[in-house]
């Protein structure tokens, strides 16, 4: 039976612990996995990127596969064709699917018709990817998950869903601030509560940044306009308060870290000197992506 990874719940919390430990001992060079050995991977990308792309192609080379980069408007999908055809033909020739678009509706339906992992690389509503890698640098940084506590400051984005979810699912505490009307989506609220019923994890929504960093061991940050919604530039205005400075770290715990999933706009969700502070840790976040995805794809391919 085929697996997908389109929401971060779609592991269980040991698998995402495996996934974690693997990542790290590939990091250091300890294992070669070879699990996409003449396997072909699509990637459809029908958004711009840099760090998804690379850790990608390069992961599924590394891994003895062949990656495929496809361009969104490359395809008979921008001209119109069914998802759910589009799923079927790539069945014939692909081995999985990586895919990075807008609508996860999308996503879930071309889980349906393709008949072979299907990896959400971005959509609207979650980025798993990104916080997968996110585990791996927090891990390797504090030494643990559990108990810890993230505060996420800006907008209620992809990012800040995921964040949730993955807070319920594994047991660590989530506050997310955001102004008046920026809140994360309700589905996913819904679902990270849920899931702390049985984890223990605290999960806040709030509209004050302060509340939401006190006690913080880890600081997170992203663009406040996100790709695709540049023509809500106006929105920045109300987001003046919430951004990630000395000040506000003030009120986190002494040895926090600050993360950031890229690429910054300085000045606006973060401050330059605060980025460069924790530069090491946001670029080795950076860098986690490659070695997060590898062990999800050899998890997910095996």
Not at 15 to 21: A, C, L, P, Y
Not at 76 to 86: A, L, N, P, V
Not at 277 to 296: G, P, T, W
Request: overall charge negative; some cysteine; proline content about 3%.
């Amino acid at each position: 039976m085929k697996r997908d990874f389109l929401n971060i719940s779609d592991l269980n919390r040991d698998e995402i612990f495996q996934i974690i430990e693997y990542a790290v001992k590939l990091k250091k060079g300890e294992i070669k996995d070879q699990t996409l050995k003449g396997k072909s991977i699509g990637l459809i990308f029908m958004k711009p990127s840099t760090r998804t792309r690379l850790s990608f192609e390069v992961g599924v080379y590394q891994m003895g596969g062949q990656p495929i980069y496809i361009q969104g408007s490359s395809t008979q999908m921008s001209r119109g064709e069914d998802i759910k055809d589009t799923g079927r033909v790539m069945s014939r020739y692909l081995d999985g699917i990586v895919i990075r678009t807008y609508s996860h509706s999308e996503v879930e339906e071309l889980s349906r018709y393709f008949d072979k992992p299907v990896i959400n690389a971005l959509t609207d509503y979650l980025h798993p990817c990104q916080i997968l890698a996110d585990l791996q640098t927090i891990y390797e940084r504090l030494g643990k998950i559990e108990g810890i506590k993230v505060a996420f400051v800006g907008d209620g984005n992809n990012v800040a869903n995921t964040w949730l979810i993955a807070g319920g699912l594994v047991g660590f505490n989530v506050s997310v601030a955001t102004p008046e009307g920026y809140e994360p989506s309700g589905k996913a609220v819904y679902e990270a509560f849920k899931l702390s019923e049985k984890s223990g994890a605290e999960i806040q929504i709030t509209n004050d940044p302060v509340e939401a960093v006190k006690e913080a061991d880890v600081v997170y940050t992203d663009v406040w306009v996100s790709m695709g919604q540049e023509g809500e530039k106006e929105k920045k205005e109300l987001f003046k308060g919430f951004t990630v400075n000395s000040d506000l770290l003030s009120h986190a715990s002494k040895n926090v870290i600050v993360m950031h999933c890229l690429p910054a706009h300085k000045g606006e969700e973060i401050t330059e000197d605060i980025f460069e502070k924790y530069s090491d840790v946001i670029f080795d976040e950076a860098e986690n992506r490659l070695h997060a995805q590898k062990a999800l794809m050899s998890l997910l391919f095996k």
